[in-house]
């Protein structure tokens, strides 16, 4: 019935082609002299969304998780993936070559330490790392008595025949119909920050700077509309923009040459060393810029400055155009959920649906709205044991039926030129049991908690995560991810700097978008999320003595009712809910067709204690 469009659920590469590519990678590291070599999963700005062209930890090891790292060494390979990965590299990797490691606790670093060997040159690739993490590795290799090698060349483009080329997606104008804020006025704002730094100039190693300073889009990795590029802003004077000419139109061009001189990308580095060579001081953003730039600039005699990016939080506070798009792009969003979730409802009981109809169906749904432009991310479809996988992607081999008795939790979005969207939704297929009932109810009064909270001006979500866990805490249980990420606009779904969760240490400011999404998982059994995304706006609080801040939220889509112990919930939490849904139903129903407008008249129908 439904077309798969934007997601694909084939399975990655595997066997004899992961062991000979294995096998000649350590033939290249021998030729060169190396005893090992790292292989981040990363391009040249640390995207989560990376080409084909730069998969090469996924060409080498089979692993297609979205962070990762292995470090090869003559006998031996170690893959290093976090909590989220952890049951998926198992299934992926060859366990005779490939030992599977914590990235986070212990680090990398650590293993490196503990298997090189005095003498040992280990290499990397500076355009692949940030300066932070060259450093710990070269720690890591002193430790060890042996030393890090910076590469020319990437040893796995070597052996890498049928590498994908570069991605050239054409390069769009993103209008101030949607952007809000002219060229022009963005980098005043940037100048500022740029003075405030003390130095001559400023690096956007980070292409959602680029896009979101000269305002424009492009489709060079999925799901997110980003234009591979760099940009260096001066302090006085034009910018240089370095973008591959051909992803440009004459009307492009024209855009960006009227605030920016255009240039091939491999000019970044003659021009970089130029203003190097003066001495000037050159701000690099430390979370994207590579190595590489840091030794560039140090070696014709420049001084690299690292810190934050500074354009990363003036894109996180949107402006009030960026603000009424997401509401519009939301409500849009809001008709294909509702379609899509009836659409469930009915079909699902039947025992015939699989977690890969329901991808596709909603995918279509959203299709049918005529705006989508990309998915926001790969669905997760996950039912019974799936749903507990946090980072779940479903394939033909792991695609399950959803039958009676399972939670279906599906978490997905869009992305429209107004706005992106990211939403989970847990949906019960038959009769729930009491732990299924119970777990989700402390979710969704976590959810709850968050939604409500009030809370003054300098606030971290460090200091709100814990809102979202005291219900599951009071059970002995909690979940592993951060509570909430920030959203951009038509931009990345996962935007920082700002997130709930105990990392969170910038504050929240108004016009800053985050998700929502506390959940728990039963290993084996089954998964639950609720997620909207929030805006943060001013709170009316009577007789207030500081500025407070509250959350908006964005996200119209009905919560199960069947999954929810009512008499859990106090007065507040039941109050908000019934007004949460009658929200969904006043700006929802009308424009939904008869049949699913009466589901959704249901589905939202006041809850009693």
Request: charged residues 20%.
């Given at each position: 019935m439904f077309e798969a469009h934007f997601q694909t659920f084939e399975e990655p590469e595997a066997g004899v082609a992961l062991t000979a590519r294995l096998a000649a990678f350590r033939e290249e590291l021998a030729r060169r002299k190396l005893a090992g070599f790292v292989v981040p999963r990363a391009d040249q700005q640390q995207n989560e969304y990376v080409p084909p062209s730069e998969e090469r930890l996924a060409w080498l090891t089979g692993f297609t998780g979205s962070a990762g790292f292995a470090v090869v060494l003559t006998q031996e390979a170690a893959l290093?993936?976090?909590g989220r990965y952890t049951l998926q590299a198992a299934k992926q990797v060859d366990a005779k070559a490939w030992v599977v490691e914590s990235l986070i606790d212990p680090p990398p670093e650590s293993w490196v330490s503990a298997h090189l060997k005095a003498g040992d040159r280990l290499g990397f690739d500076p355009w692949l790392h940030t300066?932070?993490?060259?450093?710990?590795?070269?720690?890591?290799?002193a430790k060890a008595g042996a030393e890090l090698v910076a590469v020319d060349s990437n040893p796995i483009d070597a052996i890498w025949q049928d590498r994908p080329q570069p991605p050239l997606a054409p390069v769009a104008v993103h209008g101030l119909q949607h952007a809000g804020i002219s060229e022009a006025e963005k980098l005043t704002q940037i100048r500022s920050e740029i003075?405030?730094?003390?130095?001559?100039?400023?690096?956007?190693?980070?292409?959602?700077?680029?896009?979101?300073?000269f305002n424009i889009r492009g489709a060079d990795v999925a799901h997110t509309p980003l234009p591979l590029s760099y940009a260096l802003v001066p302090k006085d004077g034009r910018p240089t923009i370095f973008i591959d000419n051909r992803k440009l139109s004459n009307l492009t061009r024209d855009h960006l040459e009227q605030s920016a001189d255009v240039r091939e990308p491999d000019a970044m580095a003659p021009t970089l060393m130029a203003l190097a060579k003066s001495g000037a001081a050159i701000a690099l953003d430390s979370a994207t810029a590579a190595d590489a730039l840091s030794r560039l600039i140090a070696g014709a005699g420049g001084k690299p400055v690292r810190g934050s990016d500074p354009i990363a939080l003036l894109k996180a506070v949107k402006n009030a155009t960026e603000i009424k798009g997401t509401q519009t792009a939301?409500?849009?969003?809001?008709?294909?959920?509702?379609?899509?979730?009836?659409?469930?409802?009915?079909?699902?009981?039947?025992g015939k649906l699989t977690e890969i109809d329901a991808v596709e169906a909603l995918e279509t749904f959203r299709r049918d709205t005529g705006a989508l432009k990309d998915v926001s991310f790969p669905t997760i479809s996950g039912t019974g044991p799936n749903g507990a996988i946090v980072h779940y992607r479903v394939t033909r081999k792991s695609n399950r039926r959803i039958a009676p008795g399972d939670l279906l939790l599906i978490d997905s979005g869009a992305q429209y030129e107004d706005g992106t969207t990211d939403v989970t939704r847990t949906m019960a297929v038959g009769e729930p049991t009491n732990e299924m009932r119970d777990r989700f109810t402390r979710v969704l009064r976590g959810h709850i908690a968050i939604?409500?909270?009030?809370?003054?001006?300098?606030?971290?979500?460090?200091?709100?995560?814990?809102?979202?866990?005291?219900?599951?805490?009071?059970?002995?249980?909690d979940f592993e991810h951060g509570t909430g990420h920030?959203?951009?606009?038509?931009?990345?779904?996962?935007?920082?700097?700002?997130?709930?969760?105990?990392?969170?240490?910038?504050?929240?400011?108004?016009?800053?978008?985050?998700?929502?999404e506390p959940g728990y998982y039963k290993t084996d059994g089954f998964g639950i999320r609720i997620e909207n995304l929030e805006l943060v706006v001013a709170a009316d609080i009577k007789g207030a003595e500081k500025p407070m801040n509250a959350f908006e939220t964005l996200t119209l889509a009905p919560i199960d009712r069947r999954l929810i112990h009512a008499a859990m919930l106090s007065k507040d939490e039941l109050d908000w809910l019934n007004a949460y849904h009658a929200r969904v139903r006043s700006e929802v129903g009308p424009a939904l067709d008869e049949a699913t407008r009466a589901w959704l008249d249901q589905a939202t129908a006041e809850l009693k204690a």
């Open positions: 290093f993936v976090d300066f932070a993490a060259a450093e710990r590795l070269s720690a890591a290799c003075g405030k730094l003390g130095v001559d100039a400023l690096v956007l190693s980070d292409s959602h700077a680029v896009a979101w300073t939301h409500r849009r969003d809001a008709l294909a959920l509702a379609r899509f979730l009836a659409w469930v409802d009915r079909e699902a009981p039947s939604a409500r909270a009030v809370f003054p001006d300098g606030t971290t979500g460090a200091q709100l995560d814990t809102l979202a866990r005291q219900y599951l805490w009071a059970a002995g249980v920030g959203v951009g606009s038509y931009l990345s779904v996962h935007e920082g700097p700002a997130r709930i969760s105990k990392l969170g240490t910038t504050p929240l400011k108004r016009g800053m978008i985050l998700s929502n």
